[in-house]
């Protein structure tokens, strides 16, 4: 019964030899497999990884839309500020604006309100009558 013990022990020495003698013949094989699946899985995480070209691409655009607005806003801050130096010095621009936006008027002016034509009646789509638009304003002189 030994050698049965015996000869079984030579055949799984012998088995475990075979394994590593093929995997040393075959280590190049082995390393280059190894490489390339290490290079596939790092090329998916550079496209498509936290920080990859599809998040990069993105930002970018992100960044051109947000440059886009800032472009918009000192445009729209220059004109503001070009605004107000001409009311801070201009004595005409600050009665105009008063004009425009308090409805101021001069001593003597009588300031005419007109209501909106025969189309403020009408009801819009959904059966309700549309948002009341601001009163137009007639300057005239009194004599």
């Known amino acids: ?3 049965k013990n ?3 022990s030579k055949v799984s020495i012998s ?3 075979w ?3 093929s995997v040393y013949r075959n280590r190049r094989r082995l ?3 190894s490489a390339m699946v290490l290079a596939a899985v790092l090329g998916y995480f550079a496209v498509a990884g936290d920080n990859g070209l599809r998040v990069y691409k993105q930002k970018r655009m992100e960044d051109a839309e947000l440059s886009q607005q800032i472009d918009q806003l000192k445009q729209e801050n220059a004109k503001l500020q070009a605004h107000v130096e001409r009311l801070q010095g201009d004595p005409d621009a600050i009665e105009h604006e008063a004009r425009e936006k308090l409805h101021y008027a001069r ?3 009588v300031i005419f309100t007109l209501k909106d034509g025969p189309n403020s009646a009408k009801t819009n ?3 309700q009558a549309p948002a009341p ?3 137009k304003h007639k300057r005239g002189s009194a004599e």
């Open 125 to 127: 789509a959904s059966g």
């Open 15 to 17: 088995a475990a030899g």
């Open 31 to 33: 390393a280059t497999g």
């Open 19 to 21: 394994v590593w003698r």
């Open 133 to 135: 638009s601001p009163p």
């Open 107 to 109: 001593p003597g002016e």
């Open 1 to 3: 019964m030994c050698e």
């Open 6 to 8: 015996i000869d079984k």
